[in-house]
C-alpha cells in the first residue's frame, strides 16, 4: 500500500517562496504518477501540476504555470512542489497524489483528473498572507 506525507507548509507573505514535500512509501516511482492538488475552502480540490512515472513530462495547472515546479528525487523517495511568486488566492490545503500504472515510467500525468488518482496524502496547509 503506498503511502504519502506531505510536509513544509505554512504562512508566507505574498510575493514569498515556499517548498512542499511529499515523502513516497510502499512503492516505486516507476509505476506511479505523482500530482498536487489543493483545496481553498469551499471550493472543489483542484489539480495544481503533476509529474509522470517515466520522470520525463510534467504538466500544470494554467493558474500556476512559471511560478510552481514539480520535482522529483528518486534516491529519498521524495517529490517536492516548489512555489514561487505566491498570492493569496494559492491559499490552501496542499495534497500529494499517487497514480497507478501497471506498466513501468509511463509518459503521461493528468492535473485535471481527480478521479485518476488512487492515493492521497492528508494534506498540508498553505496560508498567503501579509
Known amino acids: 500500500q503506498l503511502q504519502l506525507v506531505e510536509s513544509g507548509g505554512g504562512l508566507v507573505q505574498p510575493g514569498g517562496s515556499l517548498t512542499l514535500s511529499c515523502a513516497v512509501s510502499?512503492?516505486?516511482?516507476?509505476?506511479?504518477?505523482i500530482a498536487w492538488f489543493r483545496q481553498a475552502p469551499g471550493k472543489e480540490r483542484e489539480g495544481v501540476g503533476c509529474?509522470?512515472?517515466?520522470?520525463?513530462?510534467?504538466n500544470y495547472a494554467d493558474s500556476v504555470k512559471s511560478r510552481f515546479t514539480i520535482s522529483r528525487d528518486i534516491a529519498k523517495n521524495m517529490v517536492y512542489l516548489r512555489m514561487n511568486s505566491l498570492k493569496p488566492e494559492d491559499t490552501a490545503v496542499y495534497y500529494c497524489?499517487?497514480?497507478?500504472?501497471?506498466?513501468?515510467?509511463?509518459?503521461?500525468?493528468?492535473?485535471?483528473?481527480?478521479?485518476?488518482?488512487?492515493?492521497w496524502g492528508q494534506g498540508t496547509q498553505v496560508t498567503v498572507s501579509s
Open positions: 509529474v509522470s512515472s517515466s520522470g520525463e513530462i510534467a
Open positions: 497524489a499517487a497514480d497507478y500504472f501497471p506498466v513501468r515510467k509511463v509518459g503521461y500525468c493528468s492535473v485535471t483528473s481527480r478521479s485518476e488518482y488512487d492515493f
Open positions: 510502499g512503492g516505486s516511482f516507476d509505476f506511479y504518477g
